[in-house]
């Protein structure tokens, strides 16, 4: 079984950043990939972007590029999302998720097995 619990939201005008961590416990998480999803009122969760175990991979979603940063810092079994540029259709809760077998997309939520509680982003016009 793995833990994990999100932080770092909150409200922010249009134009700021915020940084997400989410930190892992339980099963061994270095071998993981690990993602970040988010879902708005109303809509279905989306991917935002994800991380190969050893960080040599990365993904993002289109509407993130170039804003948006994962990383990794498996000696504090953690994970980070660092939000720039944010924008208010950046407004969501943001969930961090991981994701055990190495083959399948890693833009599929289906594929990730375990997730954290969420934590809020509010962006602000």
């Known amino acids: 079984q793995v833990q994990l619990v999100e932080s770092g939201g909150g409200l922010v005008q249009a134009g700021g950043s915020l940084r997400l961590s989410c930190a892992a416990s339980g099963r061994t998480f270095f071998t993981r990939a690990m993602g970040w999803f988010r879902q708005a009122p109303g809509k279905e969760r989306e991917f935002v972007a994800a991380?190969?175990?050893?960080?040599?991979?990365?993904f993002y979603a289109d509407s993130v590029k170039g804003r948006f940063s994962i990383s990794r810092d498996n000696a504090k079994n953690t994970v980070y999302l660092q939000m720039n540029s944010l924008k208010p259709e950046d407004t969501a809760v943001y969930y961090c998720?991981?994701?055990?077998?190495?083959?399948?997309?890693?833009?599929?939520?289906?594929?990730?097995?375990?997730w954290g509680q969420g934590t809020q982003v509010t962006v602000s016009s």
């Open positions: 998720a991981v994701k055990e077998q190495s083959s399948g997309s890693y833009y599929d939520r289906g594929l990730y097995n375990y």
């Open positions: 991380i190969t175990w050893r960080g040599g991979s990365t």
